[in-house]
Nanobody, 127 residues
Framework: QVQLVESGGGLVQAGGSLTLSCAASTGTFSNYIMGWFRQAPGKGREFLAG????????TYAESVKGRFTISRDGANNMVYLQMNSLKPEDMAVYYC????????????????????WGQGTQVTVSS
């Protein structure tokens, strides 16, 4: 069982930056592929970024590639999403997710591949 708690959401102006954090409560954090998703009102949950268990591999959605960066800190069971050049269309509830299985080079892009989810944190971008 993994408990995930996101933090760092808030209000930011367009063009600004924000860093989201996700704290994972598990003794086996290094076994989990981690990802970030978001969901805007009236829309489905959208994949943003994923990172391998060892942190050496990442993948991004085209909509955020070059603007967002995912990273993880194995010593502190943390995952981060650095968001730059934010746009009004980035406004959504952002979720951290953990997925089991896969190999050391695996990273997931499908929400169905993730087993555990946080409660979400709201990001609001003003134009």
């Amino acid at each position: 069982q993994v408990q995930l708690v996101e933090s760092g959401g808030g209000l930011v102006q367009a063009g600004g930056s924000l860093t989201l954090s996700c704290a994972a409560s598990t003794g086996t954090f290094s076994n989990y592929i981690m990802g970030w998703f978001r969901q805007a009102p009236g829309k489905g949950r959208e994949f943003l970024a994923g990172i391998t268990t060892n942190g050496r591999g990442t993948t991004y959605a085209e909509s955020v590639k070059g603007r967002f960066t995912i990273s993880r800190d194995g010593a502190n069971n943390m995952v981060y999403l650095q968001m730059n050049s934010l746009k009004p269309e980035d406004m959504a509830v952002y979720y951290c997710a953990a997925g089991q299985g896969g190999g050391v080079y695996s990273v997931y892009r499908n929400r169905n591949q993730y087993n555990y989810w946080g409660q979400g944190t709201q990001v609001t971008v003003s134009s």
